[in-house]
């Protein structure tokens, strides 16, 4: 197999490297990559991953026969589209299917029509009709920027003002999204599909806001853990009856059938789980944390997938528990620089290090975006790969660096 990601994040990274482990690799390309990619595979920083005939053309010129793509941005630009009319098997929806995560009030409307069990919601595209519901209502809302926002298009608040002012910002240029706010903790469900069957991964938690205990603002995630052992059965075994089958069955029924991964933004509550969101990809930072865990050689997982042979194939997952850690830039989720030298990174294989958007000048690793790196710990049981991570994690050395100090704590709203 030569295979191409595409991406540049610390889930990238986390895809690359398992990649590289598998003994099917002929060829491993990651276009653009960052400097972690840089030592387990070959870089094409010159190929933009949303632009299909770029992609193509990287295609044929470095012989590659499977592509895996990372985020949401290419899916959305029809980049999968592309690649599958050239007969290039790929992992990734369809810009079609892309829609249950590049528009809120799409993915919302196909729970609705299909008794997905979510959030009661409006969507809107005129500020007063918006504005009246905001101001009768009487009870604390969730407002959410209909297409991508890189994790951030979220407000969860009870202030009037604060609302209004969110609100008519987003639709100068969007649809917004109005739910009612659920209460419980959340969860990170995985699917991974051929088109026609699905398997389910281990569970893992997001912690979205900025601060420890769940304060602050939300980010694109500050930490992650897998699995979860706060989920109870009874939850687990709901996930999976209420939501997980009865998407696919809808997907299949609606023509929305991909290969690829299928995740469950999914809020646990006193009355049973919901869906908070669909992605059409891994996330960031649960990636980093699930695809250590997967012990099945990831080129034939992959080749499994694209030839609809999913069915046949046993995946084995780790017993360890997995926990890693987001150390960011200062002033993220709001404005950073980038470009900062770094001057210390774990040196053992205790901990697994990836890197998020980072480049390399004479030697030297700088800083390329908020996230910068996710330091990741394993362990026998959770606390030890908390602890192993935490050991790890102040090693990353660049100016105003900051992490959250409670990733691994059980925190409802985190």
Same mark, same amino acid.
């Given at each position: 197999? #030569?295979? @191409?990601?595409?991406?540049? +994040?610390?889930?990238?990274?986390?895809?690359?490297?398992?990649?590289?482990?598998?003994?099917?690799?002929?060829?491993?390309?990651?276009?653009?990559? !960052?400097?972690?990619?840089?030592?387990?595979?070959?870089?094409?920083?010159?190929?933009?991953?949303?632009?299909?005939? *770029?992609?193509?053309?990287?295609?044929?010129?470095?012989?590659?026969?499977?592509?895996?793509?990372?985020?949401?941005?290419?899916?959305?630009?029809?980049?999968?589209?592309?690649?599958?009319?050239?007969?290039?098997?790929?992992?990734?929806?369809?810009?079609?299917?892309?829609?249950?995560?590049?528009?809120?009030?799409?993915?919302?409307?196909?729970?609705?029509? !299909?008794?997905?069990?979510?959030?009661?919601? !409006?969507?809107?595209?005129?500020? %007063?009709?918006?504005?009246?519901?905001? #101001?009768?209502?009487?009870?604390? @809302?969730?407002?959410?920027?209909?297409?991508?926002?890189?994790?951030?298009?979220?407000? *969860?608040?009870?202030?009037?003002?604060?609302?209004?002012?969110?609100?008519?910002?987003?639709?100068?240029?969007?649809?917004?999204?109005? *739910?009612?706010?659920?209460?419980?903790?959340?969860?990170?469900?995985?699917?991974?599909?051929?088109?026609?069957?699905?398997?389910?991964?281990?569970?893992?938690?997001?912690?979205?806001?900025?601060?420890?205990?769940?304060?602050?603002?939300?980010? +694109?995630?500050?930490?992650?853990?897998?699995?979860?052992?706060?989920?109870?059965?009874?939850?687990?075994?709901?996930?999976?009856?209420?939501?997980?089958?009865?998407?696919?069955?809808?997907?299949?029924?609606?023509?929305?059938?991909?290969?690829?991964?299928?995740?469950?933004?999914?809020?646990?509550?006193?009355?049973?789980?919901?869906?908070?969101?669909?992605?059409?990809?891994?996330?960031?930072?649960?990636?980093?944390?699930?695809? %250590?865990?997967?012990?099945?050689?990831?080129?034939?997982?992959?080749?499994?997938?694209?030839?609809? #042979?999913?069915?046949?194939?046993?995946?084995?997952?780790? %017993?360890?528990?997995?926990?890693?850690?987001?150390?960011?830039?200062?002033?993220?989720?709001?404005?950073?620089?980038?470009?900062?030298?770094?001057?210390?990174?774990?040196?053992?294989?205790?901990?697994?290090?990836?890197?998020?958007?980072?480049?390399?000048?004479?030697?030297?690793? @700088?800083?390329?975006?908020?996230?910068?790196?996710?330091?990741?710990? #394993?362990?026998?049981?959770?606390?030890?790969?908390?602890?192993?991570?935490?050991?790890?994690?102040?090693?990353?050395?660049?100016?105003?660096?900051?992490?959250?100090?409670?990733?691994?704590?059980?925190?409802?709203?985190?």
């Amino acid at each position: 197999m #030569r295979v @191409l990601i595409l991406g540049n +994040g610390a889930r990238e990274h986390a895809i690359t490297w398992k990649f590289s482990q598998s003994r099917r690799i002929a060829g491993l390309f990651v276009a653009p990559g !960052n400097a972690g990619t840089n030592s387990i595979a070959t870089n094409l920083p010159h190929v933009n991953p949303c632009d299909p005939q *770029e992609v193509l053309d990287a295609c044929q010129g470095f012989r590659i026969n499977h592509v895996f793509i990372g985020g949401e941005d290419p899916l959305a630009a029809g980049v999968s589209d592309a690649l599958i009319e050239a007969g290039i098997p790929c992992i990734g929806p369809r810009r079609k299917t892309a829609q249950l995560e590049t528009s809120k009030a799409f993915s919302k409307a196909f729970m609705e029509r !299909n008794g997905i069990p979510t959030a009661q919601a !409006n969507a809107f595209t005129y500020f %007063p009709a918006f504005e009246r519901v905001v #101001r009768e209502r009487d009870h604390r @809302l969730v407002l959410k920027k209909s297409g991508l926002a890189a994790g951030k298009g979220v407000l *969860e608040s009870d202030d009037t003002d604060e609302m209004l002012a969110y609100g008519k910002s987003v639709l100068e240029t969007d649809t917004l999204v109005v *739910e009612d706010h659920l209460v419980g903790y959340e969860v990170s469900v995985f699917a991974i599909t051929d088109g026609i069957t699905h398997q389910l991964l281990p569970c893992c938690t997001d912690y979205k806001k900025a601060g420890d205990g769940g304060t602050g603002p939300n980010t +694109g995630g500050m930490g992650s853990i897998c699995p979860v052992p706060w989920l109870e059965n009874t939850a687990w075994e709901q996930i999976q009856n209420e939501i997980v089958e009865p998407t696919f069955t809808a997907l299949r029924a609606e023509g929305l059938s991909f290969v690829g991964v299928l995740y469950f933004g999914i809020m646990v509550t006193a009355n049973g789980p919901f869906v908070l969101e669909y992605n059409v990809r891994f996330g960031d930072p649960e990636a980093q944390v699930l695809l %250590p865990l997967i012990r099945a050689d990831f080129g034939d997982l992959c080749e499994a997938m694209t030839k609809q #042979r999913l069915s046949e194939f046993s995946i084995e997952v780790s %017993p360890k528990s997995s926990v890693g850690v987001v150390v960011a830039a200062k002033g993220y989720p709001g404005v950073y620089d980038t470009g900062i030298p770094v001057t210390g990174l774990p040196t053992d294989d205790s901990a697994l290090v990836f890197h998020a958007a980072t480049t390399e000048r004479d030697g030297v690793t @700088l800083t390329g975006s908020g996230r910068c790196f996710t330091v990741v710990g #394993r362990g026998k049981e959770l606390l030890d790969a908390m602890n192993t991570a935490y050991a790890a994690v102040g090693s990353v050395r660049f100016d105003g660096a900051w992490f959250r100090s409670d990733i691994g704590g059980r925190i409802f709203g985190n």
